[in-house]
Protein backbone atom coordinates (compact mmCIF):
# COMPACT_ATOMS: atom_id res chain seq x y z
CA UNK A 1 0.00 0.00 0.00
CA UNK A 2 0.94 3.44 -1.05
CA UNK A 3 0.04 6.87 0.27
CA UNK A 4 -3.16 8.16 -0.88
CA UNK A 5 -5.40 11.14 0.02
CA UNK A 6 -8.89 11.80 1.26
CA UNK A 7 -10.60 15.03 1.15
CA UNK A 8 -14.05 15.04 3.67
CA UNK A 9 -16.76 16.99 2.47
CA UNK A 10 -19.50 17.82 5.36
CA UNK A 11 -21.01 14.77 6.66
CA UNK A 12 -19.64 12.75 3.70
CA UNK A 13 -16.64 11.98 1.96
CA UNK A 14 -14.99 12.20 -1.86
CA UNK A 15 -11.62 10.33 -2.31
CA UNK A 16 -9.24 11.07 -4.53
CA UNK A 17 -6.61 9.86 -5.73
CA UNK A 18 -3.28 10.89 -5.26
CA UNK A 19 -0.08 11.13 -7.32
CA UNK A 20 1.15 8.62 -8.01
CA UNK A 21 -2.23 6.51 -7.29
CA UNK A 22 -2.10 3.59 -5.14
CA UNK A 23 -4.27 0.89 -3.53
CA UNK A 24 -5.32 -0.71 -0.40
CA UNK A 25 -6.02 -4.32 -1.23
CA UNK A 26 -8.60 -5.38 1.06
CA UNK A 27 -8.73 -8.82 1.90
CA UNK A 28 -12.55 -10.33 2.76
CA UNK A 29 -12.88 -13.03 5.78
CA UNK A 30 -16.57 -14.22 5.91
CA UNK A 31 -18.65 -13.68 2.47
CA UNK A 32 -22.20 -14.42 3.62
CA UNK A 33 -24.92 -11.78 2.80
CA UNK A 34 -23.03 -8.59 5.42
CA UNK A 35 -20.08 -9.56 4.55
CA UNK A 36 -20.45 -8.94 0.80
CA UNK A 37 -22.70 -5.88 1.24
CA UNK A 38 -19.99 -4.33 3.17
CA UNK A 39 -17.43 -5.18 0.95
CA UNK A 40 -18.83 -3.44 -2.16
CA UNK A 41 -18.78 -0.69 0.09
CA UNK A 42 -15.40 -0.92 0.25
CA UNK A 43 -15.34 -1.08 -3.99
CA UNK A 44 -17.09 2.51 -3.99
CA UNK A 45 -13.44 3.50 -3.15
CA UNK A 46 -11.14 3.58 -6.27
CA UNK A 47 -8.51 3.26 -3.40
CA UNK A 48 -9.43 -0.06 -2.66
CA UNK A 49 -8.89 -3.61 -4.66
CA UNK A 50 -10.60 -6.48 -2.67
CA UNK A 51 -6.74 -8.80 -3.16
CA UNK A 52 -8.93 -11.79 -1.78
CA UNK A 53 -11.68 -13.62 0.31
CA UNK A 54 -12.01 -16.51 2.55
CA UNK A 55 -14.56 -18.84 3.40
CA UNK A 56 -15.30 -21.92 4.13
CA UNK A 57 -18.77 -22.47 2.74
CA UNK A 58 -18.20 -22.62 -1.11
CA UNK A 59 -21.21 -20.93 -2.19
CA UNK A 60 -20.41 -17.86 -0.20
CA UNK A 61 -16.82 -17.77 -1.41
CA UNK A 62 -17.94 -18.38 -5.23
CA UNK A 63 -20.60 -15.51 -4.89
CA UNK A 64 -17.97 -13.40 -2.86
CA UNK A 65 -15.27 -13.96 -5.54
CA UNK A 66 -18.31 -13.20 -8.67
CA UNK A 67 -19.19 -9.88 -6.98
CA UNK A 68 -15.81 -8.40 -6.42
CA UNK A 69 -14.47 -9.29 -9.72
CA UNK A 70 -17.66 -6.89 -11.07
CA UNK A 71 -16.42 -4.18 -9.58
CA UNK A 72 -12.35 -4.34 -10.53
CA UNK A 73 -10.43 -5.27 -13.46
CA UNK A 74 -9.16 -8.54 -11.85
CA UNK A 75 -10.56 -11.53 -9.47
CA UNK A 76 -9.64 -11.80 -5.80
CA UNK A 77 -7.67 -14.61 -4.62
CA UNK A 78 -9.42 -17.54 -3.12
CA UNK A 79 -8.91 -18.63 0.51
CA UNK A 80 -10.70 -21.30 2.79
CA UNK A 81 -8.55 -21.03 5.45
CA UNK A 82 -8.60 -17.26 7.32
CA UNK A 83 -4.90 -17.88 8.89
CA UNK A 84 -3.29 -18.47 5.04
CA UNK A 85 -5.42 -15.12 3.99
CA UNK A 86 -3.37 -13.22 6.80
CA UNK A 87 -0.17 -14.89 5.79
CA UNK A 88 -0.86 -12.97 2.52
CA UNK A 89 1.56 -10.18 2.67
CA UNK A 90 -0.13 -8.42 -0.51
CA UNK A 91 -3.03 -7.64 1.89
CA UNK A 92 -3.03 -4.43 3.80
CA UNK A 93 -6.00 -4.64 5.46
CA UNK A 94 -8.57 -7.39 6.42
CA UNK A 95 -12.85 -7.32 6.62
CA UNK A 96 -13.90 -9.58 9.24
CA UNK A 97 -17.57 -10.88 9.09
CA UNK A 98 -18.26 -14.19 9.98
CA UNK A 99 -20.40 -15.39 12.83
CA UNK A 100 -19.27 -13.98 15.94
CA UNK A 101 -18.12 -17.05 17.70
CA UNK A 102 -14.95 -16.28 15.57
CA UNK A 103 -14.61 -12.72 16.00
CA UNK A 104 -12.10 -12.22 18.76
CA UNK A 105 -9.76 -15.02 17.65
CA UNK A 106 -9.60 -13.55 14.17
CA UNK A 107 -9.01 -9.92 15.28
CA UNK A 108 -5.79 -11.13 17.60
CA UNK A 109 -4.77 -13.20 14.47
CA UNK A 110 -5.19 -10.38 12.48
CA UNK A 111 -3.27 -7.92 14.68
CA UNK A 112 -0.48 -9.95 14.78
CA UNK A 113 0.01 -10.47 11.04
CA UNK A 114 0.07 -6.33 11.08
CA UNK A 115 -2.69 -5.95 9.13
CA UNK A 116 -5.66 -3.19 9.67
CA UNK A 117 -9.01 -4.17 11.27
CA UNK A 118 -12.83 -3.73 10.04
CA UNK A 119 -14.90 -6.31 12.35
CA UNK A 120 -18.82 -6.42 12.18
CA UNK A 121 -20.23 -6.29 15.59
CA UNK A 122 -21.08 -7.43 18.16
CA UNK A 123 -17.38 -7.17 18.85
CA UNK A 124 -16.93 -10.65 20.97
CA UNK A 125 -18.82 -13.00 22.98
CA UNK A 126 -17.63 -12.82 26.81
CA UNK A 127 -16.62 -10.17 28.94
CA UNK A 128 -12.85 -12.13 28.72
CA UNK A 129 -12.70 -11.51 25.60
CA UNK A 130 -13.22 -7.71 25.18
CA UNK A 131 -10.71 -7.18 27.63
CA UNK A 132 -8.26 -9.03 25.91
CA UNK A 133 -8.97 -7.22 22.63
CA UNK A 134 -8.99 -3.67 24.45
CA UNK A 135 -5.69 -4.45 25.84
CA UNK A 136 -4.09 -5.94 21.97
CA UNK A 137 -5.48 -2.41 20.94
CA UNK A 138 -3.44 -0.45 23.57
CA UNK A 139 -0.31 -2.23 22.42
CA UNK A 140 -0.78 -1.90 18.39
CA UNK A 141 -0.23 0.46 15.56
CA UNK A 142 -2.47 -1.32 13.70
CA UNK A 143 -6.19 0.86 12.58
CA UNK A 144 -8.94 -1.22 13.91
CA UNK A 145 -12.67 -0.48 12.84
CA UNK A 146 -15.77 -2.06 14.64
CA UNK A 147 -18.83 -1.84 12.40
CA UNK A 148 -20.36 0.50 14.97
CA UNK A 149 -22.07 2.91 12.07
CA UNK A 150 -24.08 4.81 14.19
CA UNK A 151 -20.88 6.37 15.59
CA UNK A 152 -19.98 7.57 11.71
CA UNK A 153 -23.87 8.15 11.27
CA UNK A 154 -24.60 12.40 10.39
CA UNK A 155 -28.35 11.77 12.02
CA UNK A 156 -26.60 10.68 15.19
CA UNK A 157 -23.82 12.91 15.23
CA UNK A 158 -26.54 15.33 15.23
CA UNK A 159 -28.14 14.00 18.22
CA UNK A 160 -25.16 13.77 20.26
CA UNK A 161 -24.58 17.17 20.16
CA UNK A 162 -28.35 18.21 21.02
CA UNK A 163 -27.83 16.19 24.15
CA UNK A 164 -24.54 17.76 25.01
CA UNK A 165 -25.13 21.25 24.56
CA UNK A 166 -28.27 21.14 27.17
CA UNK A 167 -31.40 21.28 24.19
CA UNK A 168 -32.72 18.08 26.20
CA UNK A 169 -31.75 19.35 29.85
CA UNK A 170 -30.38 16.40 32.34
CA UNK A 171 -31.57 12.82 30.73
CA UNK A 172 -32.21 10.45 33.40
CA UNK A 173 -33.75 7.87 31.25
CA UNK A 174 -33.14 6.24 27.92
CA UNK A 175 -35.67 3.60 26.25
CA UNK A 176 -34.72 1.85 23.08
CA UNK A 177 -36.73 -0.55 21.48
CA UNK A 178 -36.59 -2.93 17.96
CA UNK A 179 -39.05 -5.02 16.46
CA UNK A 180 -39.23 -7.56 14.19
CA UNK A 181 -40.58 -11.29 13.80
CA UNK A 182 -38.07 -14.30 13.12
CA UNK A 183 -40.46 -16.85 14.48
CA UNK A 184 -43.38 -17.09 12.07
CA UNK A 185 -45.61 -19.75 13.31
CA UNK A 186 -42.50 -21.36 15.13
CA UNK A 187 -42.07 -23.31 12.03
CA UNK A 188 -39.60 -26.56 12.12
CA UNK A 189 -36.01 -26.99 12.66
CA UNK A 190 -35.58 -27.61 9.17
CA UNK A 191 -33.06 -25.81 6.61
CA UNK A 192 -30.17 -27.34 4.04
CA UNK A 193 -27.20 -26.40 2.48
CA UNK A 194 -26.53 -25.47 -1.30
CA UNK A 195 -22.90 -26.68 -1.61
CA UNK A 196 -19.57 -27.98 0.68
CA UNK A 197 -19.02 -26.15 4.14
CA UNK A 198 -15.76 -26.76 6.21
CA UNK A 199 -18.41 -27.46 9.42
CA UNK A 200 -15.28 -28.13 11.55
CA UNK A 201 -13.22 -25.19 10.73
CA UNK A 202 -16.47 -23.16 10.97
CA UNK A 203 -16.94 -24.31 14.54
CA UNK A 204 -13.53 -23.17 15.22
CA UNK A 205 -12.89 -21.96 18.60
CA UNK A 206 -16.28 -23.49 19.85
CA UNK A 207 -15.05 -26.26 22.38
CA UNK A 208 -18.30 -28.40 22.09
CA UNK A 209 -17.94 -30.61 18.85
CA UNK A 210 -21.60 -31.60 17.24
CA UNK A 211 -21.65 -33.24 13.86
CA UNK A 212 -22.90 -31.34 10.75
CA UNK A 213 -26.04 -29.25 11.84
CA UNK A 214 -27.39 -26.99 8.49
CA UNK A 215 -30.19 -25.28 11.00
CA UNK A 216 -27.40 -23.91 13.61
CA UNK A 217 -25.04 -22.87 10.14
CA UNK A 218 -28.35 -20.81 8.88
CA UNK A 219 -29.46 -19.84 12.22
CA UNK A 220 -26.36 -19.30 14.37
CA UNK A 221 -27.64 -15.93 15.45
CA UNK A 222 -30.06 -17.77 18.18
CA UNK A 223 -27.73 -20.61 19.19
CA UNK A 224 -26.42 -19.72 22.09
CA UNK A 225 -22.95 -21.68 21.78
CA UNK A 226 -21.89 -19.32 18.55
CA UNK A 227 -23.86 -16.35 19.36
CA UNK A 228 -25.38 -13.84 22.05
CA UNK A 229 -28.61 -14.20 20.26
CA UNK A 230 -30.94 -11.61 19.26
CA UNK A 231 -30.30 -9.06 22.36
CA UNK A 232 -26.36 -9.17 21.75
CA UNK A 233 -26.87 -9.24 17.91
CA UNK A 234 -29.06 -5.87 17.66
CA UNK A 235 -28.20 -4.62 21.62
CA UNK A 236 -24.73 -4.30 20.73
CA UNK A 237 -25.88 -1.45 18.26
CA UNK A 238 -28.59 0.46 20.63
CA UNK A 239 -26.12 0.72 23.28
CA UNK A 240 -23.34 1.87 21.30
CA UNK A 241 -25.68 4.63 20.00
CA UNK A 242 -26.86 5.38 24.00
CA UNK A 243 -23.20 5.34 24.20
CA UNK A 244 -22.52 7.66 21.81
CA UNK A 245 -25.87 9.93 22.35
CA UNK A 246 -24.92 10.22 26.16
CA UNK A 247 -21.73 10.11 26.07
CA UNK A 248 -21.13 7.36 28.57
CA UNK A 249 -18.81 5.23 30.59
CA UNK A 250 -18.64 1.69 31.39
CA UNK A 251 -22.17 0.21 33.39
CA UNK A 252 -22.56 -0.16 36.45
CA UNK A 253 -24.63 -2.64 36.47
CA UNK A 254 -26.66 -4.47 34.03
CA UNK A 255 -30.12 -6.41 34.50
CA UNK A 256 -31.97 -8.44 31.87
CA UNK A 257 -35.48 -10.22 32.09
CA UNK A 258 -36.91 -12.17 29.02
CA UNK A 259 -39.45 -14.86 27.72
CA UNK A 260 -38.57 -18.37 26.04
CA UNK A 261 -37.61 -19.24 22.71
CA UNK A 262 -40.36 -19.51 20.10
CA UNK A 263 -38.89 -20.63 17.56
CA UNK A 264 -38.03 -24.22 16.87
CA UNK A 265 -34.28 -24.96 17.22
CA UNK A 266 -33.45 -21.47 18.44
CA UNK A 267 -31.97 -21.73 22.52
CA UNK A 268 -31.87 -17.96 23.04
CA UNK A 269 -35.19 -15.81 23.66
CA UNK A 270 -36.56 -13.56 21.01
CA UNK A 271 -37.72 -11.50 23.72
CA UNK A 272 -35.80 -9.64 25.97
CA UNK A 273 -35.97 -6.07 28.13
CA UNK A 274 -32.47 -5.39 29.39
CA UNK A 275 -31.43 -2.24 32.05
CA UNK A 276 -28.31 -1.04 32.01
CA UNK A 277 -27.04 1.74 35.00
CA UNK A 278 -24.51 4.34 33.91
CA UNK A 279 -22.15 6.61 36.46
CA UNK A 280 -23.63 9.45 34.44
CA UNK A 281 -26.75 9.60 36.65
CA UNK A 282 -28.58 7.97 34.01
CA UNK A 283 -30.35 4.16 32.71
CA UNK A 284 -30.97 2.52 29.67
CA UNK A 285 -33.57 0.50 28.87
CA UNK A 286 -33.40 -1.99 25.90
CA UNK A 287 -36.69 -3.76 24.38
CA UNK A 288 -36.13 -6.08 22.40
CA UNK A 289 -38.76 -8.08 20.17
CA UNK A 290 -38.34 -10.59 17.38
CA UNK A 291 -41.56 -12.30 18.11
CA UNK A 292 -43.83 -9.03 16.96
CA UNK A 293 -45.03 -7.99 13.84
CA UNK A 294 -42.51 -7.59 10.64
CA UNK A 295 -42.11 -4.19 9.79
CA UNK A 296 -41.68 -2.67 5.97
CA UNK A 297 -40.12 0.90 7.18
CA UNK A 298 -36.71 1.73 9.40
CA UNK A 299 -39.53 2.59 12.04
CA UNK A 300 -38.55 -1.08 13.27
CA UNK A 301 -35.79 0.85 15.81
CA UNK A 302 -36.21 3.59 18.05
CA UNK A 303 -35.22 5.57 20.38
CA UNK A 304 -36.42 8.14 22.94
CA UNK A 305 -34.01 10.32 25.29
CA UNK A 306 -36.32 11.48 28.02
CA UNK A 307 -34.88 14.47 28.97
CA UNK A 308 -36.31 17.42 31.88
CA UNK A 309 -36.58 20.41 29.16
CA UNK A 310 -37.26 17.86 26.06
CA UNK A 311 -37.80 14.37 25.13
CA UNK A 312 -35.79 13.01 22.12
CA UNK A 313 -37.08 10.58 19.38
CA UNK A 314 -34.28 9.30 17.19
CA UNK A 315 -34.72 6.14 15.01
CA UNK A 316 -32.52 5.00 12.14
CA UNK A 317 -33.97 7.78 9.48
CA UNK A 318 -35.07 10.71 11.83
CA UNK A 319 -34.68 13.15 15.09
CA UNK A 320 -37.39 14.76 16.63
CA UNK A 321 -36.96 17.20 19.65
CA UNK A 322 -40.33 17.96 21.47
CA UNK A 323 -40.86 20.57 24.17
CA UNK A 324 -43.61 21.77 26.65
CA UNK A 325 -44.95 18.65 27.63
CA UNK A 326 -44.15 16.75 23.92
CA UNK A 327 -46.51 18.60 22.03
CA UNK A 328 -47.79 16.49 19.20
CA UNK A 329 -45.45 18.98 16.80
CA UNK A 330 -41.64 18.20 17.19
CA UNK A 331 -39.85 21.62 17.93
CA UNK A 332 -36.87 20.55 15.98
CA UNK A 333 -37.03 17.70 13.44
CA UNK A 334 -34.28 16.44 11.68
CA UNK A 335 -33.72 13.56 8.77
CA UNK A 336 -30.60 12.03 7.26
CA UNK A 337 -30.20 13.29 3.79
CA UNK A 338 -29.20 9.55 2.61
CA UNK A 339 -30.65 7.41 4.97
CA UNK A 340 -29.27 4.57 7.21
CA UNK A 341 -27.36 2.50 4.84
CA UNK A 342 -25.23 5.98 4.46
CA UNK A 343 -24.21 5.43 7.97
CA UNK A 344 -21.75 2.58 6.69
CA UNK A 345 -20.42 4.06 3.71
CA UNK A 346 -19.23 7.11 5.64
CA UNK A 347 -18.13 4.36 8.49
CA UNK A 348 -16.02 2.54 5.81
CA UNK A 349 -14.43 5.82 4.58
CA UNK A 350 -13.73 6.83 8.04
CA UNK A 351 -11.35 3.59 8.16
CA UNK A 352 -9.99 4.35 5.47
CA UNK A 353 -8.97 8.17 5.75
CA UNK A 354 -7.36 6.69 9.57
CA UNK A 355 -5.66 4.10 7.51
CA UNK A 356 -4.09 6.49 5.57
CA UNK A 357 -3.69 9.18 8.51
CA UNK A 358 -2.96 6.41 10.99
CA UNK A 359 -5.42 8.08 13.28
CA UNK A 360 -7.54 6.24 15.57
CA UNK A 361 -10.85 5.84 14.18
CA UNK A 362 -14.65 6.14 15.27
CA UNK A 363 -15.31 3.13 16.43
CA UNK A 364 -11.86 1.14 18.21
CA UNK A 365 -12.72 -1.42 20.13
CA UNK A 366 -12.19 0.15 23.73
CA UNK A 367 -15.64 1.78 22.42
CA UNK A 368 -17.06 -1.23 20.91
CA UNK A 369 -16.28 -3.29 24.20
CA UNK A 370 -18.52 -1.01 25.84
CA UNK A 371 -21.84 -2.34 24.16
CA UNK A 372 -20.65 -5.77 23.59
CA UNK A 373 -20.47 -5.70 27.64
CA UNK A 374 -23.53 -4.89 28.37
CA UNK A 375 -25.02 -7.58 26.36
CA UNK A 376 -22.72 -9.83 27.43
CA UNK A 377 -23.76 -8.80 31.25
CA UNK A 378 -27.52 -9.36 30.30
CA UNK A 379 -27.15 -12.74 28.95
CA UNK A 380 -25.24 -13.74 32.50
CA UNK A 381 -28.21 -11.90 34.00
CA UNK A 382 -30.68 -14.09 32.53
CA UNK A 383 -28.80 -17.32 32.92
CA UNK A 384 -28.11 -16.30 36.98
CA UNK A 385 -31.27 -14.65 37.27
CA UNK A 386 -29.73 -11.23 39.51
CA UNK A 387 -28.55 -8.09 38.97
CA UNK A 388 -24.73 -7.89 38.05
CA UNK A 389 -22.25 -5.50 38.36
CA UNK A 390 -19.10 -4.65 36.16
CA UNK A 391 -15.65 -3.75 38.47
CA UNK A 392 -14.02 -1.61 36.31
CA UNK A 393 -10.68 -1.50 38.57
CA UNK A 394 -10.21 -5.55 37.71
CA UNK A 395 -12.50 -5.69 34.31
CA UNK A 396 -14.66 -8.19 35.53
CA UNK A 397 -18.25 -9.09 35.98
CA UNK A 398 -19.44 -9.43 39.96
CA UNK A 399 -22.51 -10.17 42.34
Not at 43 to 49: A, G, L, M, N, T
Request: proline share 5%.
Amino acid sequence: MKRRSLLLTGAGAILTHAAPADTISLGVIGAGGRGTLVMTTFQKSPDVRVGAICDVYEPNLERGLSTAAKAQSSAPKAYRSYKQLLEDKSIDAVLIATPEHWHAQMVLDAIAAGKDVYVEKPLCRTPEEGVALVEAERKTKQIIQVGMQRRSYDLYLEGRKMVADGTLGNVRMVRSWWLNNYVGNGGARTAKLDGPLDWEQWQGPVKKRIPLDPFIFRNWRFIGDYAGGIVADQGAHVYDGIHLLMNASYPLAVTAAAGRPHKVGYDTPESVVVTAEYPEDFIGVFQVNYAAMRYRTRNDQMNHLDGDKARMDIGREDCRVFKEGAEDTPAIEKKSEKGFGWATDLHVQNFLECIKTRQTPTAPMKLAFKAALVVQMANLSLKQGRRLKWNAGLNKVEV
